[in-house]
């Protein structure tokens, strides 16, 4: 007690109560739904920002009631992402799971230095008071307001970070030199020279797919390459060597991919080509590429023309 006769750590216990609840449904229990979400939303947003406030500023001196209100509420809209922030570096991800323990052990670590603080200071240190039996000032009204409509705002940050955790789903699409990097790129070739390189495509669909690529040359189609089926995080590589042009000049080799479940090129890839006869005395022999399988995958014939 302090010398109002006011629990001293009477809203650290109110504090646990919301963090454990929140806990026990969100991972103990096996509830989903409206209820889940309600509960967790409520400890997300409530408690990060109240119990920083209470940790930097112990003393019921540093701050009139005002300034601990405003302080709390960006606190709470601060700490928040920046856990978020921190979990999509980190090997759990931007969940509504992780999110809830991460505030839980920071919630303890807080409450910790709250309760050595306020027992180190007595009666200088800050607790929150609010008189029973007496009729709310306007005030209070105010400030219940306040809280409110910090919530609301609270909780679409909450829900723009949950949803920005949404895996995104591409397919990268890529080409390298024979020897797989970019630095051996066919940039210059000679007339009628064979163009090697390697043709890469890595799926983060979600699903299983069916691709197909389509070369062309100076807008010439040349044999198209089947490629998968790829599941999900699967890879495909291939060699792939086309004869450059007879006539001088600068030539494009395009590569259109596509998936067999959309029409259209869902990825485009160019490379533009100098021929000149000049290049022939620069090149030196280039030993065969070899196929890199991805597990599981069988590779087809590399097309040429």
Do not use: C
């Amino acid at each position: 007690m302090d010398r109002r006769g006011i629990p001293r750590y009477w809203d650290l216990h109110l504090a646990a109560a919301p963090a454990l609840a929140t806990t026990v449904v969100t991972i103990a229990l096996p509830l989903d739904g409206p209820i889940r979400v309600a509960i967790a939303v409520t400890f997300v947003l409530f408690l990060p920002g109240y119990l920083a406030t209470a940790a930097l500023f112990p003393r019921a001196a540093d701050l009139s009631g005002p300034e601990r209100l405003a302080l709390s509420l960006g606190l709470s809209l601060a700490i928040v992402p920046l856990v978020g922030l921190a979990l999509n570096f980190s090997p759990w991800g931007i969940r509504l799971e992780p999110i809830v323990l991460s505030l839980d052990l920071l919630a303890a670590l807080l409450v910790g230095a709250i309760a050595f603080q306020r027992g180190r200071l007595g009666d200088d240190a800050f607790v929150p008071d609010w008189p029973a039996g007496r009729a709310p000032s306007r005030g209070d009204v105010l400030t219940v307001a306040l809280v409110g409509l910090s919530g609301i705002g609270r909780f679409v940050v909450v829900r723009l970070t949950l949803g920005e955790s949404q895996p995104q789903r591409f397919t990268e699409f890529a080409m390298v030199g024979p020897s797989g990097t970019l630095s051996d790129l066919p940039v210059a070739v000679a007339p009628g020279a064979q163009v090697e390189l390697r043709l890469m495509v890595t799926s983060h669909e979600g699903i299983v797919l069916d691709y197909r690529i389509r070369p062309s040359l100076d807008g010439r189609p040349l044999a198209p390459v089947e490629v998968g089926p790829l599941a999900d995080e699967a890879a495909w590589e291939q060699p792939f060597s086309v004869r450059a042009p007879w006539a001088s000049g600068r030539h494009e080799l395009a590569f259109d991919l596509e998936r067999l479940d959309a029409p259209g090129a869902y990825r485009h890839l160019s490379l533009k080509l100098e021929v000149s006869p000049a290049a022939l005395r620069s090149q030196s022999p280039t030993p065969p590429a070899s196929i890199i399988p991805s597990p599981g995958l069988s590779l087809p014939s590399p097309s040429a023309s």
